[in-house]
C-alpha cells in the first residue's frame, strides 16, 4: 500500500555467494494491513510474502498483541521493530556475522554501520543521518553508548533469553572509562539496557537512574524483567586497556541465576552517534599503544563499499565527485542529495525527517535561552550565560520573539552577539543533559543550529524551503568526513568535532545564499582548514570546559568562511577532500592524551575546586 510506505523502511544488504541475503526491505505497517518483505537473491529471483501469512517459503511472521510487527524473519535473518521508530536487525550467515539499526520516522537517535565479512559497511547512508535527535552530553559518550545497550537488550529479547538472565554487566574501555562519568555513559548505558532510546528517553529518569535503580538494587531489562543490579559491581570502568579498533568500545555481558554467561557483545561508539557491533574476542591493547597495523577501524579499506543505495541517482564518495555531479546534471548540492534520499522513500517522509530535525533546533536553542537553572550539572559550577545575555540583547530587539524575516533585523544589534547565543544556548542544554540535535556529534551540537538561526533570523527572504537547502548541504559535507576521516573526538580530536560541524555549517549558509556548487566547496574547506589541529582536552571530562564557548567561535567562523568564498568565484587551491585527508593524518599523529580522555591539555592545566 504506498501510502502507509512512507511511515518507514529499513534496507539491509551483504556481499557473499549465491543464495546469501543480498537485501532486505521492511515496510513497517499495522499487521492489520498487512507487511510486505522483499528478499532479493544475488540470482535475482524475488521472493515476497504478505504480513497476513505465518509462514511463506523462507518467510516468518510472529505478531504481539500491539497490532504492530515485532520480528520477521528471513533466512539468516531476523528484524526485531522495538520502538515505533527503530528496527534492529541482526543474524549470521556462512559468510560472517552482522548486526545492524535503521531509524526512521523523523527520530534518528543513532545509527549502526557494521562491516561485513569484507570489513565494509552494509548499511544504507541517508546524509539526514548526520542530524539525530537525541539527548546529551556527548553523541559518542551517551547517544551512542544508549542505542549500543538498547541493541543488546533487544537481541535478548529477540533470543528469548530474557527471562534467563539474572544480572548484566556492562564494561567500559578507553576514552568511555576516562570519561564516561562526566559524559553519563553509565547512565546512558544503564538506560540503554532498560529499553530506551536517545530520541524519546525521559531526560530527567535518564539523569537520575543511578539513584533509581539503587533504591531496589534492580534494573529493568528491556523495559520486561526487574534483575538485581549492583552498580558498582555491574558498571565497570577499565582504564588502563582499550579496544584496538576504537578508543570507545564496550562489553555487555549478561548471566544467569548461576554465574553462566548467557550472551556478550562487544560495541563500539564510533562518533555522531553511530555505532559498530565488533565481536567478543576483538584484541585489547593498553590504554597508551597504537594499536597493530590493521587492527583499527581506520586502516579498513571501505573504498570500494558503497554507501548509498542502489537506488541512489547520484552517488559520490568524495567531493570532488559531488561537485562534478553537480556541474554535470546543472543540479545544486542539495538538489542532487533531494534525489538520493527520495530515491528510497518519499519526498513527504524525507521533508518530515528534515521538520523534525529543525523543530528540535529551535525549541533548544530557546530552552537555552530562557532556562531557569543557574549552573551547569557535574560539579564544576559552570554557570549558564546564554539567559542572561538573550535578556540583555533583547533588551534592545527581540529577535527570537517577532517576525522572523524583517528586513532590518541586521541593524537591530550584532548578529554576531546573536550567532554566539544561539550556539551557548544548544550547547548549555547539551551539557544539562537536555534534547538536542547531533550535528554531527553532541559536543560541536550548537554549531549548526547557530548558523541555521542566523540565517532565518538576518538574511533577507529566508524561507522554510531554505532550511531544507541547508541541512541537505550541510549533510552531504557531514558524510564525507564521516566517510573518509572521522567525527569521533576520541579518534582525531575536537577538528574531527567541532572542525566538521564548522564546515558543515559553513556549506549550508553558502548554498542558502546563492552560492555555487564550487562556492560552497570553498566555505566548507574555509571551515574545517582553520580548525586543523584541534584537540579534545574536556576539563574533567565533561562537555563544558571548552567546549561551549569554542561552539560560538565556531558558529562564527563558518559565516566568515561563508563570506570570503561569496566574495570570490569558487576557485581555491586546496581542495575540502585534501583538507579532509590532513585531518584524518592529523588525528592518527595526534597524542592520545588529546584525543578525549581528559589526560592532557586544559583538562590537567585547569584545577576542579
Avoid at 581542495?575 to 590532513?582: C, G, K, P, S, V
Wanted: glycine letters at 10%; aromatic letters at 6%; hydrophobic letters at 40%.
Amino acid at each position: 500500500e504506498p501510502a502507509a510506505e512512507r511511515r518507514g523502511v529499513v534496507e539491509r544488504r551483504c556481499d557473499g555467494p549465491d543464495r546469501q541475503l543480498r537485501g532486505v526491505r521492511l515496510h513497517r505497517l499495522p499487521v492489520g494491513t498487512g507487511v510486505r518483505a522483499q528478499n532479493r537473491h544475488q540470482e535475482g529471483t524475488d521472493h515476497r510474502a504478505d504480513g497476513g501469512a505465518d509462514r511463506i517459503g523462507h518467510h516468518r511472521y510472529h505478531r504481539t498483541g500491539h497490532d504492530v510487527l515485532r520480528t520477521v524473519s528471513l533466512t539468516d535473518l531476523s528484524l526485531a521493530g522495538t520502538t515505533r521508530a527503530a528496527i534492529i536487525a541482526q543474524g549470521e550467515s556462512d559468510s560472517g556475522r552482522w548486526a545492524g539499526i535503521r531509524y526512521r520516522d523523523g527520530m534518528t537517535p543513532g545509527n549502526t554501520g557494521m562491516p561485513n565479512q569484507q570489513g565494509r559497511r552494509s548499511q544504507m547512508f541517508s546524509v539526514l543521518d548526520m542530524f539525530t535527535i537525541g539527548v546529551g552530553p556527548s553523541s559518542s559518550h551517551t547517544v551512542g553508548p544508549m542505542v549500543a545497550a538498547h541493541a543488546f537488550a533487544s537481541s535478548l529479547q529477540a533470543d528469548h533469553l530474557v527471562d534467563r538472565t539474572a544480572r548484566v554487566k556492562i564494561t567500559l574501555y578507553g576514552s568511555l572509562a576516562l570519561t564516561g562519568l562526566g559524559h553519563g555513559t553509565d547512565r546512558a548505558t544503564m538506560a540503554g539496557l532498560e529499553g530506551n532510546l536517545p530520541a524519546t528517553v525521559d531526560t530527567d529518569h535518564m539523569m537520575h537512574i543511578r539513584e533509581i535503580c539503587a533504591l531496589d538494587d534492580t534494573l529493568n531489562l528491556a523495559g520486561l524483567k526487574r534483575i538485581h543490579f549492583d552498580y558498582d559491581r555491574d558498571v565497570v570502568f577499565e582504564q588502563w586497556k582499550r579496544m584496538a579498533a576504537h578508543p570507545n568500545g564496550m562489553r555487555f555481558q549478561a548471566f544467569d541465576a548461576a554465574a553462566s554467561l548467557v550472551d556478550e557483545q562487544v560495541w563500539y561508539s564510533i562518533g555522531g552517534g553511530f555505532v559498530r557491533k565488533g565481536a567478543p574476542e576483538d584484541p585489547m591493547i593498553g590504554i597508551h599503544e597504537r594499536p597493530p597495523e590493521g587492527a583499527s577501524f581506520a586502516d579498513a579499506d571501505e573504498s570500494s563499499s558503497t554507501d548509498f543505495g542502489v537506488e541512489a541517482p547520484y552517488p559520490f564518495s568524495s567531493c570532488t565527485e559531488l561537485v562534478s555531479l553537480c556541474r554535470e546534471h546543472h543540479l545544486s548540492i542539495a538538489e542532487l542529495v533531494w534525489a538520493n534520499e527520495t530515491a528510497s522513500r518519499s519526498g513527504i517522509q524525507v521533508r518530515s525527517d528534515i521538520d523534525a530535525i529543525w523543530r528540535v533546533m529551535r525549541a533548544c536553542v530557546d530552552h537555552g535561552c530562557t532556562s531557569a537553572e543557574p549552573t551547569l550539572p557535574g560539579g564544576l559550577d559552570v554557570p549558564r550565560r546564554a539567559p542572561k545575555m538573550y535578556r540583555r540583547l533583547a533588551s534592545n530587539s527581540d529577535v527570537l520573539r517577532r517576525d522572523s524575516r524583517r528586513k532590518d533585523a541586521v541593524l537591530e544589534s550584532s548578529d554576531a552577539a546573536w550567532v554566539d547565543l544561539f550556539a551557548l544556548a544548544v550547547s548549555e542544554e547539551n551539557a544539562g543533559g537536555g534534547r538536542i540535535v547531533t550535528a554531527p556529534t553532541n559536543g560541536s551540537a550548537g554549531i549548526i543550529p547557530a548558523v541555521l538561526h542566523y540565517y532565518w533570523h538576518f538574511v533577507d527572504n529566508a524561507n522554510e524551503q531554505g532550511v531544507v537547502t541547508f541541512l541537505l548541504t550541510a549533510g552531504a559535507i557531514g558524510y564525507l568526513f564521516k566517510r573518509n576521516a572521522s567525527i569521533s573526538g576520541a579518534e582525531v580530536g575536537c577538528q574531527g568535532e567541532v572542525g566538521s560541524a564548522c564546515s558543515m555549517a559553513a556549506a549550508g549558509l553558502a548554498a542558502v545564499v546563492g552560492g555555487t556548487p564550487e562556492q560552497v566547496e570553498n566555505a566548507a574547506e574555509i571551515g574545517i582548514e582553520h580548525n586543523l589541529g584541534l584537540t579534545c582536552d574536556p576539563v574533567g571530562g565533561l562537555v563544558q570546559i571548552p567546549c561551549i564557548e569554542r561552539n560560538a567561535m565556531a558558529a562564527n567562523t563558518a559565516i566568515n568562511a561563508v563570506r570570503m568564498a561569496m566574495l570570490g568565484d569558487g576557485s581555491h587551491i586546496v581542495t575540502l577532500d585534501q583538507a579532509i585527508e590532513t585531518m584524518k593524518q592529523t588525528g592518527e599523529d595526534m597524542m592520545a592524551k588529546y584525543k578525549e580522555t581528559s589526560k592532557g591539555g586544559l583538562a590537567v592545566n585547569v584545577v576542579e575546586c
